[in-house]
């Protein structure tokens, strides 16, 4: 079946130790996101890429990096230096760049001991 | 000010009851405007897309768009237990020629039988 698959679904990292979240689909889609949730304040844009080798930093891309090698794929690297990063991410990806209808993975948690 | 609002509730309401979810914003350049629900711990998923004022039905389901006053709603007739779940309201509004939703807090709503 055609979807997004994230993995891990849950991760545990230790402060000062950078993690990276896998991002893969096989909707054929051009453009992906990164989200980030927290509890109350819905869902935050991190970074997002409209075609390959090529991404721009959303709202809140501070401490977060990501690629884009492959149409299919699109990790996402939370380093050290992100201040806060205990939350749910969410990867999504869309058909072209007109960004309304968004397919979404089914998250990975991460939370920081 | 949020460019979108959006009460996080809880909004508990009895099976069979009709639902009522709102969101207002700010930017007039929003031109697409979406409903996902997003079942606890898992990814959103697309129930509404719309680009016009006025209404959109889809079974139970109606999305309301209303852009002179920059509000917009969904309508769950006859709700049941598995209505149960976080409403996200979303739109879009174009940068770089691509558009890029932003996302409301989301309103947590609870159907009991």
């Known amino acids: 079946d055609g979807g997004i698959t994230q993995s891990p679904k849950y991760l545990f990292r230790k402060e000062g130790q950078n993690v990276t979240l896998s991002c893969e689909q096989n909707l054929n889609h051009d453009a992906m996101y990164w989200y980030r949730q927290d509890p109350g304040q819905g869902l935050r844009l991190i970074y997002y890429?409209?075609?390959?080798?090529?991404?721009q930093k959303g709202d809140i891309a501070e401490g977060y990096s990501v690629s884009r090698e492959k149409k299919e794929s699109f990790p996402l690297t939370v380093t050290s230096a992100q201040k806060n990063p205990t939350a749910f991410y969410l990867c999504?990806?869309?058909?072209?760049?007109?960004?309304?209808?968004?397919?979404f993975g089914e998250g990975s948690r991460l939370t920081v001991l | 000010q949020k460019e979108v609002e959006q009460d996080p509730g809880p909004l508990s309401v009895p099976e069979g009851a009709i639902v009522s979810l709102n969101c207002t914003y700010s930017n007039s350049a929003f031109q697409y405007f979406m409903w996902y629900r997003q079942y606890s711990r898992k990814g959103p998923e697309l129930l509404m897309y719309?680009?016009?004022?006025g209404n959109k039905e889809d079974g139970r389901f109606t999305a309301q768009v209303d852009k002179s006053s920059k509000y917009i709603s969904l309508f769950i007739r006859d709700s049941q237990p598995s209505d149960s779940a976080t409403y996200l309201c979303a739109m879009s509004l174009p940068s770089g020629g691509s558009y890029i939703p932003t996302f409301g807090r989301g309103t947590s709503l609870i159907v009991h039988p």
């Open positions: 999504a990806s869309s058909l072209d760049r007109g960004g309304g209808e968004l397919f």
């Open positions: 719309t680009y016009s004022s």
């Open positions: 890429s409209q075609i390959v080798n090529d991404f």
